[in-house]
């Protein structure tokens, strides 16, 4: 998409509806960690059929953006050592993700501190000012998901079920949590669109939440992180 045209929220929503958004990250030190190579992978998941393309990082994101013509969900990952929240935790990562003109940005919406004491509704209203990107909610729970949807976000996302102190509780490193995404799409209503996102690894479980009432469905390391799937393998053959 044209990186100087303003934003239009229908049509990128019509865009990803029903769709699978591709997940296409990597850090520094992994081998497939250029921006050049994720973004043949974004182009690669594109011709597979992709609605989406879910980015991290400002160099990422926009040699993404160049590849292809899908709306790209750009974050932003950060540790810090007052905060567990990482995922574009502060008002500096979010203003950095807006400057790629991703069509959304992705952050954590989550209860708990951020760092420096940062607030999450004075990003939001930053971001609003700032930006039109539409404003994705990484949460973990149901009651953030009712939060953020109360808060203004223009999407829900299931991205941080199990990653969560408080969530990781009966959680499945490789089975959704279908229990969550089934009361969110039923508080929700489709009056905020659900995206199921977190550990997504066959096509039957996004088919699944797809029928649940999820509106799209991202899936990441199932498709893009051959060393977790080779290291799936692995396990398996060594019993």
């Known amino acids: 998409m044209n990186a100087q045209m303003k934003i239009d929220r229908e049509k990128v929503l019509a865009s990803i509806q029903g769709g699978l958004i591709v997940s296409c990250q990597a850090e ?4 497939l960690g250029k921006p050049e190579i994720l973004a043949a992978m974004a182009k690669a998941a594109v011709m597979g059929g992709a ?3 879910r980015a991290c990082y400002p160099q990422n994101i926009s040699a ?3 590849a292809v013509d899908v709306p790209v969900i ?3 990952k950060k540790v810090y050592p007052d905060s567990e929240v990482f995922i574009s935790a502060t008002l500096w ?11 959304i940005i992705a952050l954590d919406a989550t209860a708990r501190l951020r760092p420096n004491g940062e607030k999450l509704a004075e990003i939001i209203a930053v971001l609003r000012r700032e930006s039109d990107a539409l404003l994705m909610a990484d949460i973990s729970t ?3 998901g009712i939060r953020a949807a109360e808060m203004g976000f223009d999407l829900v996302g299931t991205t941080l079920a199990g990653y969560t102190a408080y ?3 009966g959680s499945n490193e490789y089975a959704p949590d279908f229990n969550l995404i089934t009361k969110l799409a039923r508080e929700l209503n ?3 669109p659900l995206i199921a996102e977190g550990r997504i690894w066959n096509p039957p479980d996004a088919r699944k939440a797809l029928d649940l009432g999820a509106y799209a469905v991202v899936v990441g390391s199932a498709i893009t992180r051959p060393w977790l799937i080779t290291e799936r393998f692995v396990k398996a053959l060594k019993g």
């Not at 520094?28 to 081998?31: A, F, I, Q, V």
């Not at 990562?93 to 069509?103: P, Q």
Request: aromatic content about 4%.
């Open 167 to 169: 969530s990781r509780a």
């Open 93 to 103: 990562e979010n203003r950095e993700v807006a400057a790629t003109k991703s069509e």
């Open 142 to 144: 149901l009651n953030e």
């Open 74 to 76: 750009g974050i932003y």
């Open 28 to 31: 520094d030190h992994e081998p």
């Open 64 to 66: 993404i953006k160049t």
């Open 190 to 192: 489709s009056r905020v």
């Open 51 to 53: 609605a989406g393309i």
